[in-house]
């Protein structure tokens, strides 16, 4: 049978595109690949938006001319968004791109992996030690994301949009040998097909026969609080798979590396007291988990109300009187906002100051004003998880008894 060649393979994913319900934006980086996949998507009729993130790196601008050459040839709507850099690696523009990407409001979000994306992502995992979790790759679909062109090598992709006239450019960024992809495309991917011509296509087919382990449930919104308890009563395995997990779901597509995976091992069994992985990621001990995650911005004072909601906290209504520090008697005038250094804790003979109070529990410094008080008046009545002021009044239409829930794995 003869091989297809890269047109066939593009009709194939215009007719698996077809069936797509629902809106439909293209992530557009001015390159090849990402343009012939906007022809894809147009062709199949799906009328995608096209979004393109400027990271502000040398080439950034160029991409975004040549991203909006490639959407006026399609007749596609561009929208350009400014990403906010904390650095210029690729672990941090790709942690930049996917937020801006989680941010939009539609059904599919394609992206124009191909191939030869996998089997570098392959032997990068491969150099960083990252496991079972590197090896299987990326995956072709996870959530609202997409890859529809990851059976075809990059050479085919540019050779079809060559003959399909698409004003791409290449980035110049591929250039930069600081770049650890760069290298593998330009160094180790050449020097292996001289021996294994086919070698993209095999390291590909090892990605998508490698089981992904099982991971213990990692729910990881800004951040992931992780129960120490657990973590240390897992398989090696499964703790190392789980921490990798969390961090890929933080900076996604990419899992943790061995040595940040050691790292975090060392704060897990107390070797350690934090560490910082690359992405602006600290691992603190808090308490009894463990804190995976940017440090929290404060957020803005709120109001107690049943169901209100302040950081990773949420409160709720409960009568019932518990001796917890989970669980308090406040005035319903009282608001929650972030801890403050002076803050202190009535506690009817004296009063605790609430840093103090923080420290004792086990709240790393980094986190101590990112902690919810609930303040009535001036006063901290209650610091939720760690103490609260005796009780004095009844519940009664003018105070109310509030549970306090932290968001946890």
């Given amino acids: 049978m003869a091989p297809k060649n890269g047109m066939t393979h593009v009709d194939e994913v215009i007719g698996q595109l077809s069936s797509l319900q629902g809106s439909v934006v293209v992530g557009l980086s001015g390159g090849a690949d990402s343009a012939v996949l906007a022809h894809c998507a147009i062709q199949a009729g799906l009328q995608p938006g096209l979004l393109f993130v400027n990271h502000g790196l040398a080439g950034s601008d160029t991409m975004e001319r040549a991203a909006s050459r490639v959407a006026g040839h399609l007749g596609a709507p561009l929208t350009i968004v400014q990403a906010e850099m904390h650095g210029t690696s690729e672990t941090e523009a790709r942690r930049?791109?996917?937020?801006?990407?989680?941010?939009?409001?539609?059904?599919?979000?394609?992206?124009?992996?191909?191939?030869?994306?996998?089997?570098?992502?392959?032997?990068?995992?491969?150099?960083?030690?990252?496991?079972?979790?590197?090896?299987?790759?990326?995956?072709?679909?996870?959530?609202?994301?997409?890859?529809?062109?990851?059976?075809?090598?990059?050479?085919?992709?540019?050779?079809?949009?060559?003959?399909?006239?698409?004003?791409?450019?290449?980035?110049?960024?591929?250039d930069s040998s600081a770049h650890l992809r760069n290298w593998v495309r330009s160094s180790v991917i050449p020097l292996l097909q001289d021996r294994s011509p086919d070698v993209e296509r095999l390291l590909a087919r090892t990605a998508s026969l490698t089981t992904r382990p099982k991971v213990y449930s990692v729910e990881a919104g800004s951040a992931a609080l992780l129960p120490l308890a657990i973590l240390r009563t897992l398989s090696a395995p499964q703790r190392s798979e789980s921490l990798r997990e969390a961090v890929r779901r933080l900076r996604p597509p990419y899992p943790a590396s061995f040595s940040e995976v050691s790292r975090m091992e060392e704060v897990v069994f107390?070797?350690?007291?934090?560490?910082?992985?690359?992405?602006?990621?600290?691992?603190?001990?808090?308490?009894?988990?463990?804190?995976?995650?940017?440090?929290?911005?404060?957020?803005?004072?709120?109001?107690?109300?049943?169901?209100?909601?302040?950081?990773?906290?949420?409160?709720?209504?409960?009568?019932?009187?518990?001796?917890?520090?989970?669980?308090?008697?406040?005035?319903?005038?009282?608001?929650?906002?972030?801890?403050?250094?002076?803050?202190?804790?009535?506690?009817?003979?004296?009063?605790?100051?609430?840093?103090?109070?923080?420290?004792?529990?086990?709240?790393?410094?980094?986190?101590?004003?990112?902690?919810?008080?609930?303040?009535?008046?001036?006063?901290?009545?209650?610091?939720?998880?760690?103490?609260?002021?005796?009780?004095?009044?009844?519940?009664?239409?003018?105070?109310?008894?509030?549970?306090?829930?932290?968001?946890?794995?």
């Avoid at 803050?343 to 009817?348: A, E, V």
Wanted: charged content about 25%; overall charge neutral; glycine content about 10%.
């Fill in 270 to 409: 107390g070797g350690a007291p934090r560490a910082e992985l690359e992405g602006a990621i600290v691992v603190l001990r808090d308490r009894a988990s463990l804190f995976v995650g940017p440090t929290p911005d404060v957020s803005r004072p709120v109001n107690v109300a049943n169901g209100v909601r302040w950081g990773r906290w949420s409160f709720s209504e409960n009568p019932s009187r518990r001796i917890s520090s989970l669980w308090s008697r406040v005035p319903r005038a009282s608001i929650v906002r972030g801890a403050v250094v002076g803050d202190t804790l009535s506690m009817g003979h004296g009063s605790k100051d609430v840093f103090s109070a923080l420290a004792e529990s086990g709240v790393p410094r980094e986190l101590r004003f990112s902690w919810p008080v609930v303040e009535h008046d001036g006063d901290v009545v209650w610091v939720p998880g760690i103490r609260r002021a005796p009780e004095a009044e009844e519940i009664n239409e003018g105070y109310v008894g509030l549970e306090a829930t932290e968001e946890t794995w």
């Fill in 96 to 174: 930049v791109r996917y937020t801006m990407f989680e941010q939009v409001d539609a059904a599919t979000i394609l992206l124009g992996h191909t191939l030869s994306d996998q089997a570098e992502t392959v032997l990068m995992h491969l150099l960083r030690g990252s496991g079972p979790v590197g090896m299987a790759g990326i995956p072709r679909k996870r959530g609202q994301f997409l890859r529809p062109l990851m059976n075809l090598p990059r050479l085919q992709v540019r050779n079809v949009a060559k003959t399909l006239g698409l004003p791409y450019v290449d980035d110049p960024e591929n």
